[in-house]
């Protein structure tokens, strides 16, 4: 069995956005099946759930929960699960339960999807991508079980556990309740639950690893410190800023009390890179919360991980890119290691060109949408970062829009540079040119 024809040139990168694309197209049309809908679905709708879900994003034109039948709601889970493994994840996972052999296509592949920077151990971190994935969940699903059988009776439960562990896991942000966490705003238990298992996802895989193995933060490569010192630094910033500006806001937290105000500030600090949940109104927060949230969703969680965005190792790339240039240095230099520059210029083209597409869809859905245009931008930048979150425009999108946002969540799941490298062709370059200088600044 070959993954690649070997007469169709296909780069992994192209192998990938079609084997997205096969999915979203089969999830389209398994919610538009009879038994998968309470009601008549238009093909549309059913391309933007099965794009939504495969991208791990969580924008909904149609509210799944009232929607789509059990049926319809396995296919949700089933494309949310997939997707934020990865495809070739599951493929690899298959070849080795029934003995084939992984070729060296078959691991670049695997490589191009988990955003590795070599192929060696790609396939045992496949291995302990589903390991950690499993466990996470399962431990997620006993919680909150637990928590919600009593009340709801164990059936629901148990299903409502399951539904909302995996979501939350993949950050995909999918709930089966139209208000998604809403109600439970003041619940410690499904906060600190749901919140613990997202950024466990979001992460990263290879972190994990790392941090499996070393059991000592100085053992740590760069990468994972980079990725557990920011994701904390971050987190708290955020946090602060949300519970600051919104702590007067009776739309939101204002009327809360003092621990719930605490929790919910956590919640809506931490759900924006990238899970998608929400226990606030997003619609009601103040302008200074939500234009800090569009910083978080574009950045997002880490690399080889369930989340999007251009990712926080990107961020910070670039980040101490400035401060070394402020200090008049010539290398970037990050906790006693030096940066290869070509890690800049791979941090600036995967965020040049990511804010080149939003700025885009953000020029032509104001020119198509009769919406405010901060929830405009909210909304690209959601789907562009696979969040989820809305300030309630995405049900009443136009046409147009719908597929503006189906391409924006689909440029975001699989990487700016994934979908730049399936449109070129890479040639090398042996030919040196003379340096000049330019004036810049």
Do not use: C
């Amino acid at each position: 069995m070959k993954w690649l024809p070997r007469k169709l040139n296909i780069t992994p990168p192209q192998f990938l956005v079609l084997m997205f694309l096969a999915f979203i197209l089969l999830g389209t049309l398994l919610l538009k099946l009879p038994f998968a809908t309470e009601e008549t679905v238009s093909w549309t709708d059913a391309l933007f759930l099965s794009t939504s879900a495969m991208t791990v994003t969580g924008l909904v034109t149609i509210d799944p929960g009232t929607v789509f039948t059990l049926f319809g709601e396995i296919v949700i889970l089933a494309l949310i699960q997939i997707g934020g493994l990865g495809i070739m994840s599951f493929a690899v996972l298959i070849f080795i339960m029934i003995g084939k052999k992984i070729g060296m296509k078959h691991r670049l592949l695997v490589q191009q999807a988990l955003n590795q920077t070599s192929i060696g151990g790609v396939i045992l971190l496949v291995k302990r991508l589903f390991i950690f994935s499993i466990a996470i969940e399962s431990v997620a699903v006993l919680f909150l079980t637990l928590h919600w059988g009593p009340v709801m009776g164990w059936g629901k439960g148990f299903y409502a556990a399951v539904f909302h562990s995996i979501s939350a896991f993949n950050n995909a942000g999918f709930s089966i309740w139209s208000d998604s966490l809403m109600g439970f705003v003041g619940d410690p238990v499904v906060n600190i639950v749901i919140t613990a298992v997202f950024i466990t996802g979001g992460i990263g895989f290879t972190v994990l690893t790392d941090f499996w193995h070393s059991k000592n933060f100085r053992n740590l490569s760069l990468h994972s410190k980079l990725m557990i010192i920011g994701s904390f630094i971050i987190n708290i910033v955020a946090f602060l800023i949300i519970f600051i500006f919104e702590s007067n806001n009776p739309a939101t937290i204002g009327q809360l009390s003092s621990g719930e105000k605490i929790l919910a500030s956590y919640f809506q600090a931490v759900t924006p890179r990238t899970a998608g949940f929400n226990t606030l109104d997003i619609g009601s927060m103040e302008d200074p919360s939500i234009f800090f949230m569009l910083l978080l969703m574009f950045v997002g969680g880490g690399s080889a991980s369930t989340a999007g965005g251009i990712k926080l190792t990107t961020f910070l790339i670039i980040t101490f890119a400035v401060f070394t240039f402020l200090k008049g240095k010539y290398e970037i230099v990050i906790l006693r290691r030096t940066i290869d520059f070509y890690l800049l210029v791979k941090a600036l083209a995967i965020s040049t060109i990511g804010l080149t597409f939003v700025f885009t869809a953000i020029l032509l859905l104001s020119m198509t949408e009769n919406a405010p245009i901060l929830h405009i931008i909210f909304e690209v930048f959601s789907a562009f970062g696979t969040v989820g979150l809305s300030m309630g425009l995405t049900g009443d999108l136009t046409m147009f829009g719908k597929f503006m946002i189906i391409f924006i969540m689909f440029l975001g799941k699989l990487g700016p540079l994934t979908l730049a490298f399936t449109l070129s062709r890479h040639s090398l370059e042996n030919i040196r040119y003379p340096k000049e200088d330019i004036l810049a600044g």
